[in-house]
């Protein structure tokens, strides 16, 4: 079993950034693809950013790529989502999710990959 937490969200101007954390637990972190998601209101849950176990792989949506970065801290059991140059479309609720089982061979980019979730933090980008 792994638990979420997210933390980090709130209300930033565009053109800002916002760092996410995800705290989880269980001592097999270091063996979860972790991805974040978002949705925003009205709309389907989107894929973000992936990461593998180690850290050493990662794949972003385009929407994001070039602004938004994951990373993740195994000692720590966190990973991280740094989101720089915000736009009002990036507001949506932010989730973690863990892939459905240890030692998954392939990055995870669709909800239906993940196994477990956070319960979400709010990032709000005024314009």
């Known amino acids: 079993q792994v638990q979420l937490v997210e933390s980090g969200g709130g209300l930033v101007q565009a053109g800002g950034s916002l760092r996410l954390s995800c705290a989880a637990s269980?001592?097999?972190?270091?063996?979860?693809?972790m991805d974040w998601f978002r949705q925003a209101p009205g709309k389907e849950r989107e894929f973000v950013a992936t990461?593998?176990?180690?850290?050493?792989?990662?794949y972003y949506s385009d929407s994001v790529k070039g602004r938004f970065t994951i990373s993740r801290d195994n000692a720590k059991n966190t990973v991280y989502l740094q989101m720089n140059s915000l736009k009002p479309e990036d507001t949506a609720v932010y989730y973690c999710?863990?892939?459905?089982?240890?030692?998954?061979?392939?990055?995870?980019?669709?909800?239906?990959?993940?196994?477990?979730w956070g319960q979400g933090t709010q990032v709000t980008v005024s314009s």
């Open positions: 990461i593998s176990w180690s850290g050493g792989n990662t």
């Open positions: 269980g001592r097999t972190f270091s063996t979860y693809i």
């Open positions: 999710a863990a892939d459905r089982g240890p030692y998954g061979l392939s990055l995870a980019l669709t909800t239906t990959r993940m196994g477990y």
